[in-house]
């Protein structure tokens, strides 16, 4: 069974950054994606960013050119830059990784941006 254990989350002033850290338990080459979602109180969850196994990316447009996502095998680790926050990022945000067969997702890590 798949761990995957968040990091990073916090309180920031809108248009500060964050970092955020997901850990696997085992090694995440496997995995076809890995991403990040988040919800916020009220919505959906939604998908923020993902990377797959060869290094594309793709992010929600509400997100791109502020986010960057990476990927660090070696580690197993995957992570989330978040720059110039809004206080509309303010969500719990969630890890995933999907192997062929599987789906696992983190425990959830709160992001809050104060206006």
């Known amino acids: 069974q798949v761990q995957l254990v968040e990091s990073g989350g916090g309180l920031v002033q809108a248009g500060g950054s964050l970092s955020l850290s997901c850990a696997a338990s085992?090694?995440?080459?496997?995995?076809?994606?890995m991403g990040w979602y988040r919800q916020a109180p009220g919505k959906q969850r939604e998908l923020v960013a993902q990377i797959v196994r060869d290094g594309s990316t793709n992010y929600a447009d509400s997100v791109k050119g502020r986010f960057t996502i990476s990927r660090d095998d070696a580690k197993n680790t995957v992570y989330l830059q978040m720059n110039s926050l809004k206080p509309e990022d303010t969500a719990v945000y969630y890890c995933?990784?999907?192997?062929?067969?599987?789906?696992?997702w983190g425990q959830g890590t709160q992001v809050t941006v104060s206006s």
């Open positions: 995933t990784a999907r192997a062929v067969l599987s789906t696992y």
């Open positions: 085992g090694s995440i080459f496997s995995f076809v994606t």
